[in-house]
């Protein structure tokens, strides 16, 4: 199980529907971003869109692998097959790297991943369950904020909420008629 609040627990697979959820609001949001806008970057040191939905098609699959592993083998190549991403393959890759993560997976049990030690980055210990979520999921639910501000500041100027937390574009109100 993996630890969200408390004593309260998430199974492994509320955890994979939660990365599945987090796909899916991606993808959607991938598609708002306006035509021509993939090279916007809202300051020089920052990922251009297009960079961004890259990075997205990795980062989740890139740091199960580290939870797992405890290195970071592997990534260079993650990465680089990265770069070939287009919007048009976008989708697939975030599929792909959803099925990845689910087969890393796979193998552990809710009591193993509670229990297995690992090691985050920044060196703090802990288990396998809670780098999940802090390593996996956080990044996706942070760069999905990051990718609807950028599709927002580069034009989308109809998105909202329900873009950026259910993945769906809603229909604005009818106006009601002055009486």
């Not at 574009?169 to 009486?179: G, N």
Request: aromatic share 8%; charged share 20%.
């Amino acid at each position: 199980m993996v630890p969200i609040q408390g004593d309260r627990m998430y199974t492994k697979d509320q955890l994979l529907a939660s990365l599945k959820s987090e796909t899916a609001i991606i993808k959607h949001l991938a598609g708002c971003v306006p035509a021509g806008q993939l090279g916007y970057r809202p300051t020089p040191a920052q990922r251009s869109t297009g960079e961004l939905l890259q990075y997205l098609t990795y980062t989740a699959e890139a740091s199960v692998r580290y939870g797992i592993t405890g290195t970071w083998d592997g990534y260079d190549a993650i990465e680089a097959a990265a770069k070939t991403v287009t919007p048009e393959t976008f989708a697939k890759a975030m599929d792909r790297q959803l099925r990845q993560v689910t087969a890393l997976l796979k193998p552990f049990s809710d009591k193993q991943l509670a229990k297995k030690p690992a090691k985050h980055w920044n060196g703090k210990s802990m288990t396998l369950a809670v780098l999940l979520v802090e390593l996996a999921l956080k990044t996706l639910v942070a760069y999905r904020m990051q990718l609807f501000l950028a599709a927002k500041a580069s034009g989308a100027s109809t998105i909202g909420s329900s873009d950026l937390w259910m993945g769906k574009t809603t229909k604005p109100a009818k106006a009601v008629a002055a009486t």
